[in-house]
């Protein structure tokens, strides 16, 4: 029984980690865009681009706005929430019961209590109106 004392600490970090919403959920979040039409051009307000259809990997804990356009089309914003989730709050809960308030406290630093909403954005570009 040399690696019991081993073991026994493995065996409760791993139970402290099980709770963690910073390990469980991580500290970004896929974030996915759509526009109809497609391949309009995102620019979200913390420097990302892409073209739509697209996925960006994003922090859960900062807001941001997402700008979508296309030629032709009238330019629309949307703001992007972090909000605190139900996966989020469980995980923080179990990390405070196994890894204490210092636990809790590094999720709720981190934004692993947070998620990103609306996501995914749908967005349905509108057509310029014709000049008169």
């Known amino acids: 029984m040399?690696?019991?004392?081993?073991?026994?600490?493995?065996?409760?970090?791993?139970?402290?980690?099980?709770?963690?919403a910073t390990v469980v959920r991580g500290t970004h979040q896929s974030f996915r865009i759509?526009?109809?039409?497609?391949?309009?051009?995102v620019a979200l307000s913390t420097g990302e681009t892409c073209l739509t259809p697209?996925?960006?990997?994003?922090?859960?804990?900062?807001?941001?706005?997402?700008?979508?356009?296309?030629?032709?089309f009238v330019?629309?914003?949307t703001p992007v929430a972090?909000?605190?989730?139900?996966?989020?709050?469980?995980g923080i809960l179990g990390n405070a019961v196994l890894g204490?308030?210092?636990?809790?406290?590094?999720?709720?630093?981190?934004?692993?209590m947070r998620s990103l909403s609306?996501?995914?954005l749908d967005v349905r570009l509108v057509p310029v109106a014709p000049a008169r």
Do not use: E, W
């Open 2 to 20: 040399r690696h019991a004392p081993a073991l026994c600490v493995l065996t409760i970090t791993a139970m402290m980690m099980a709770g963690c």
């Open 75 to 77: 330019t629309q914003t």
């Open 118 to 120: 609306p996501n995914p």
């Open 100 to 112: 204490g308030i210092a636990g809790a406290g590094a999720d709720a630093d981190s934004g692993a």
């Open 34 to 41: 759509t526009s109809v039409p497609s391949a309009a051009h």
């Open 54 to 72: 697209c996925v960006l990997d994003l922090p859960r804990a900062s807001a941001f706005q997402v700008r979508v356009s296309k030629p032709g």
């Open 82 to 90: 972090s909000k605190g989730s139900a996966a989020g709050v469980i």
